[in-house]
Structure formats: C-alpha cells, structure tokens
C-alpha cells in the first residue's frame, strides 16, 4: 500500500457524562508515483491592477509551474477581465507572452467557466487561482460560498498584494480542502507557485468515511471527505460524541484510493475503541490536552474566517 493510516483520539476513557471527543486523522504517503494524467487548470487575473510587475511575474510563475509537473497531464488556462477567456489543454510557452492586463475583474464568471472546465474534463488536479483586487461581476461574499469545486478538484489560491478579497478567496478555498497563500511581496509568486507543482503522489480519489456518519469535520468538506490527490501528508480534524459510560467502538475511519504505483483500488480501516473510566483520576489521565489545544486553535481559525465571509468584520 502507498498510503498509512492514523486515527488519534482526545480521550481514551467514557465517564458519568457525554462528550465531544476530538479526532485527528494523518494520511501518509509511504510510496510515492509520478504524478500523471490530472487536469491543472491556471485561472490568471488579467484587470488593469494587475498590469506591469505583477502580470509578468504571475506569467513567470504559471510558466515555473508548468515545467515542473510531469508529462503526462493537462494543463489549461483562464483569463479574465472584463471578460473571461479559455485556453484548453494549451502550450503555455506560446499562450503567456500574449497576454495583456486591462479592464475590470470579473472574478465569478471566470471561477463558474474554470469549474465547468473541470467538471466536463471527467479528470482530478488542480485550480489555480490568482488575484490581486476586488470582484465587479459578482461583488458579495455568499455566492462564491455556494459555488461547488467539481468533485476531484483542489483549489490553490494566490491573492497577490494586500487589496484582494480575502473572505471569498478563504471560502472558495475552504469548500475544496484547498490553500490560500498571502502572496504580499510579489517578487516571491513564482516560488511559491514552483513550490505547488505537484509531480510525485501516492494516492488519488481518495475517500475518506467515517461511522458513526454524524462526525463534524473542522477543515473538510463533509463527511465523506474527498482528496484528489495525496502527496506527502493530509490532516483531518473533527468532533465524535462519545455517550456516557460508552464501550466498544467509537470511530471507524475508512479510507479508499487508487493506488499511485500499480493503479489497484485499495481501502484501509482504522478505529479507536474505549471503555469507561474507573474513577475521576483514570478519566483525566486519559485526555490529551495537547490534541484539544490544537484543535481549538484551528477551529478558532476557521470562526474567523467564517465571520469575515459574513462580512461581520474586515481582515486587518
């Protein structure tokens, strides 16, 4: 197997009263493959803003990323300003150095064009996302909320600068298991695009399942969740309730993926059992403050982000 499992649990005993118990899920990949026929969709900001420095080093980057993925996969490209503009399964050598910058920013229709892309293309990869201002087409937050990443799909955004929307690019990001990057100094773009080129993974179309199904995931969509592609590492948080004086099984993880080496279907179980504690010193005993602590910190992190989505309040 290419992937390994570990389930881990912020208490190890039930007790007199119910509880929301904090689960950590690690995927690791243990072999890795070169990473082949996945769809890189790059979605470029091209309004007046980003005109000069920042266009040409958002081309450098899109052309860094291009020539560290593998042969063997797609790569398409997006434009838009006052209008969106496609590129499908394109030579990016011949398509940058035409690109211009002028216009508005019409953010939604190119985000709407990029994911019909992808869900016509019957692959999983990547959308890349770069910006550096404010939407015209679409202006409020909750629409972009509600927009679905086609299933197998992962953003990765780039806001450029420090005038770009952050609360939509965080819940586009958020809706895909995705990343965003807080690109300020734009000399630094076409590192950190480099640095997202994916060419090794260990598993794709992964799923992961849970029982009980009632699990709250913190930084997932779902349950299930859905991974297009593994890497080196993913991480997922959420909540189980365990019930008074509970004993047995509490959590069954179920993860399925195709296997990156030989192409085989592979499915790997991992479960946490409990029992109740004797007393109040074996319950204690029993918690990991450590795994609560860190779970509290993201989950802090995303009640922030959620409230600036609702425009509660502005980044600093």
Same mark, same amino acid.
């Given at each position: 197997?290419? =992937?390994?499992?570990?389930?881990?649990?912020?208490?190890?005993?039930?007790?007199?009263?119910?509880?929301?118990?904090?689960?950590?899920?690690?995927?690791? %990949?243990?072999?890795? %493959?070169?990473?082949?026929?996945?769809?890189?969709?790059?979605?470029?900001?091209?309004?007046?803003?980003?005109?000069?420095?920042?266009?040409?080093?958002?081309?450098?980057?899109? !052309?860094?990323?291009?020539?560290?993925?593998?042969?063997?996969?797609?790569?398409?490209?997006?434009?838009?300003?006052?209008?969106?503009?496609?590129?499908?399964?394109?030579?990016?050598?011949?398509?940058?150095?035409?690109?211009?910058?002028?216009?508005?920013?019409?953010?939604?229709? #190119?985000?709407?064009?990029?994911?019909?892309?992808?869900? +016509?293309?019957?692959?999983?990869?990547?959308?890349?996302?770069?910006?550096?201002?404010?939407?015209?087409?679409?202006?409020?937050?909750?629409?972009?909320?509600?927009?679905?990443?086609?299933?197998?799909?992962?953003?990765?955004?780039? @806001?450029? @600068?420090?005038?770009?929307?952050?609360?939509?690019?965080?819940? =586009?990001?958020?809706?895909?298991?995705?990343?965003?990057?807080?690109?300020?100094?734009?000399?630094?773009?076409?590192?950190?695009?480099?640095?997202?080129?994916?060419?090794?993974?260990? @598993?794709?179309?992964?799923? *992961?399942?849970?029982?009980?199904?009632?699990?709250?995931?913190?930084?997932?969509?779902?349950?299930? *969740?859905?991974?297009?592609?593994?890497?080196?590492?993913?991480?997922?948080?959420? !909540?189980?309730?365990?019930?008074?004086?509970?004993?047995?099984?509490? =959590?069954?993880?179920?993860?399925?993926?195709?296997?990156?080496?030989? @192409?085989?279907?592979?499915?790997?179980?991992?479960?946490?059992?409990?029992?109740?504690?004797?007393?109040?010193?074996?319950?204690? !005993?029993?918690?990991?403050?450590?795994?609560?602590?860190?779970? #509290?910190?993201?989950?802090?992190?995303?009640?922030?982000?959620?409230? =600036?989505? #609702?425009?509660?309040? +502005?980044? %600093?």
């Amino acid at each position: 197997m290419t =992937l390994s499992v570990r389930t881990e649990l912020s208490h190890s005993y039930s007790y007199d009263s119910k509880v929301d118990a904090v689960f950590k899920i690690t995927l690791v %990949a243990e072999k890795q %493959a070169e990473a082949k026929g996945f769809q890189h969709i790059i979605v470029l900001d091209t309004s007046h803003s980003m005109a000069g420095k920042k266009l040409e080093l958002a081309k450098k980057g899109a !052309q860094e990323y291009w020539s560290r993925i593998p042969t063997g996969n797609k790569v398409s490209f997006i434009t838009f300003s006052d209008s969106v503009h496609t590129y499908p399964d394109t030579n990016l050598s011949t398509t940058l150095p035409g690109i211009k910058a002028t216009g508005m920013t019409a953010l939604y229709s #190119a985000l709407t064009t990029a994911f019909d892309m992808a869900a +016509r293309s019957g692959d999983s990869g990547w959308i890349l996302l770069l910006t550096d201002g404010h939407p015209t087409d679409v202006t409020k937050p909750e629409p972009y909320s509600a927009l679905k990443t086609p299933q197998g799909f992962k953003m990765i955004e780039f @806001g450029i @600068g420090e005038d770009y929307r952050e609360d939509i690019l965080k819940a =586009l990001a958020d809706a895909s298991g995705g990343v965003l990057y807080h690109v300020t100094d734009a000399d630094k773009l076409p590192v950190v695009m480099q640095e997202n080129a994916v060419a090794q993974v260990a @598993g794709r179309n992964i799923t *992961v399942d849970f029982e009980p199904s009632d699990v709250r995931i913190l930084n997932y969509p779902g349950p299930p *969740v859905k991974i297009n592609a593994l890497e080196n590492i993913a991480k997922i948080w959420g !909540q189980v309730t365990m019930p008074e004086g509970f004993k047995g099984q509490l =959590l069954n993880v179920q993860v399925s993926y195709g296997d990156a080496v030989d @192409g085989s279907k592979q499915t790997i179980n991992s479960s946490k059992n409990i029992r109740p504690a004797k007393n109040d010193e074996e319950y204690t !005993q029993g918690i990991r403050n450590s795994l609560m602590a860190e779970f #509290a910190y993201y989950q802090g992190l995303e009640e922030y982000y959620k409230q =600036l989505s #609702a425009g509660k309040f +502005r980044a %600093a």
